[in-house]
């Protein structure tokens, strides 16, 4: 069966300080591999998406993430973090032999210390 | 970039009647819509797959007859959830797929209370 794991669910650091949040996957397919934002209340945002090629992705909002086939990870990462980075952040994996339906992990929440 | 609507953002109402949620891709054509609901504090869960001209088809768990799904269109799906409980409660997020992307646009969401 498909699945996300991002085995952190919290997550608090302080405003200028690296990023890195985690999210493995089990997959029967090729995956395709999403990072999305949701601030409270509202809907998600796309950060950068993995289909293929370059194993490391950039995305808005100064982030990038990695596919790593080995590991089953595709962690995201942001050099200098922003107090307006606070967030929920949601790791996804789809596949085209799926129909393109999205499996999410539960999510991780940004709090930045000032 | 690919723009998603949602209508209503919010709704209350009443145990027992009908809500109907409108998910609107405004500057693409989606042939394909997702429903998700997210219950506080957790994850989006596909409830079901709405293909235009045809019917949808809903992932294990959700009642199809109580969450009724038509589209119509290639930029509108509706949710109805029908005779709705406080247990249906919940942000229910609409999603489209524009093909040659092969990506997912999420709308903003509405926020379902049943009281």
């Known amino acids: 069966a498909q699945s996300v794991t991002q085995p952190d669910i919290h997550i608090t650091v302080s405003e200028g300080a690296s990023l890195e949040l985690r999210c493995n996957y089990s997959?029967?397919?090729?995956?395709?591999l999403f990072w999305y934002v949701q601030s409270p209340g509202q809907g998600l945002q796309l950060l950068l998406k993995y289909f293929s090629g370059d194993t490391l992705v950039q995305g808005i909002k100064g982030f990038e993430a990695e596919f790593k086939r080995s590991q089953s990870s595709f962690n995201l990462r942001k050099p200098s973090v922003h107090w307006s980075d606070a967030a929920e952040y949601f790791c996804a994996v789809g596949a085209l032999e799926y129909g393109n339906k999205l499996v999410f992990g539960a999510g991780t929440i940004l709090r930045v210390k000032s | 970039g690919a723009v998603v609507s949602q209508h209503p953002s919010r709704v209350i109402c009443k145990s027992g009647t009908s809500v109907k949620i409108e998910c609107r891709s405004l500057?693409?054509?989606?042939?394909?819509m997702f429903w998700y609901r997210q219950f506080p504090k957790q994850s989006l869960m596909l409830m079901a797959t709405s293909n235009e001209g045809s019917k949808a088809t809903y992932e294990q768990g959700v009642e199809k007859d109580k969450f009724l799904i038509n589209h119509a269109s290639l930029t509108l799906s509706t949710l109805t959830v029908t005779s709705a409980h406080p247990e249906d409660s919940s942000f229910y997020i609409c999603?489209?797929?524009?093909?040659?992307?092969?990506?997912?646009?999420f709308g903003p969401g509405t926020r379902l209370t049943v009281l």
């Open positions: 500057d693409f054509q989606a042939t394909t």
């Open positions: 997959y029967g397919a090729t995956p395709y």
């Open positions: 999603s489209a797929r524009d093909s040659p992307v092969n990506e997912q646009f």
